[in-house]
């Protein structure tokens, strides 16, 4: 049975670091609701890849960010471990001597508690009940989102089933965005930046990876030119044949010398 928990939540230390580390901010207490909307709105493709993580897969986030922009009930996976039991019903250990466990993977159906809601309150959400759950607060998304139950037994025998908390339960109530963050222990202004913050990181490095893919692939598929040129080696230059020699002219003969003249006829 879980105990009931106060509403106003501590943040752990790790979470309080990154939500306070100096990231800049638009302070709740200056700026409304519709402000704070306006800063958290951004496409539903890109709020599926944000919380892909936090619904179990990036086809679950993309149905629960619809789901919660209509106001529909909607869908969480979560992740159940039971343990393994014999045909008595005990626990079967392994060679350690510790319980054997499975894990399975559950779907279920959550009754939706608030009305539709834009991209920007969607953000806001799942922003809140992300930072939950990482603060160890609540123990699923669905409490998360719709509060943690209690149930008591009272003196006549009966249960009594409270539920305190959860984000969407909150905004049912008429609570608006700043004063939830407060309930829950924290600064809405601060924790949106951060989760924007690190979405833009995780983004910048999705398109750094899938264009060094893309880069690899293109290698992959042409012919490694360089590698073939260095195996065959730049072609020798052709010898330049060595011109003939020039050929001498022959000697151009004497002429004969002519008699020498005589003073006169005999």
Do not use: C, H
Request: glycine residues 10%; aromatic residues 4%; without cysteine.
């Amino acid at each position: 049975m879980m105990n009931a928990k106060p509403r106003r939540l501590l943040l752990s230390a790790a979470l309080t670091a990154v939500l306070f580390a100096g990231v800049p901010v638009f302070a709740q207490d200056a700026v409304g609701d519709d402000a704070i909307v306006a800063e958290a709105t951004v496409p539903a493709d890109r709020l599926a890849d944000r919380y892909a993580e936090l619904a179990g897969s990036p086809e679950a986030a993309s149905a629960l960010v619809s789901e919660l922009r209509t106001g529909g009930d909607f869908t969480v996976v979560e992740t159940v471990t039971t343990p393994v039991l014999d045909a008595d019903g005990n626990p079967v250990l392994d060679a350690d001597g510790n319980p054997q466990v499975t894990t399975t993977t559950v779907e279920r159906i959550i009754a939706n508690p608030n009305g539709p809601m834009g991209y920007g309150e969607v953000n806001i959400t799942l922003s809140m009940a992300q930072a939950l759950l990482d603060a160890g607060e609540y123990p699923d998304l669905q409490s998360a989102l719709t509060g943690l139950e209690t149930t008591t037994t009272n003196p006549d025998g009966t249960t009594t089933t409270t539920s305190a908390g959860g984000v969407l339960a909150m905004r049912a109530d008429g609570m608006g965005w700043g004063k939830i963050a407060n309930e829950l222990g924290f600064n809405l202004g601060t924790l949106m930046s951060a989760a924007n913050a690190n979405a833009n990181a995780n983004a910048r490095a999705g398109i750094a990876a899938r264009a060094d893919r893309g880069a690899n692939a293109e290698r992959a598929s042409k012919p490694d030119r360089i590698a073939g040129l260095e195996r065959a080696g730049r072609p020798e230059r052709p010898v330049r044949p060595e011109r003939p020699e020039r050929v001498e002219r022959p000697e151009r003969p004497e002429r004969p010398e002519r008699p020498e003249r005589g003073g006169g006829r005999p």
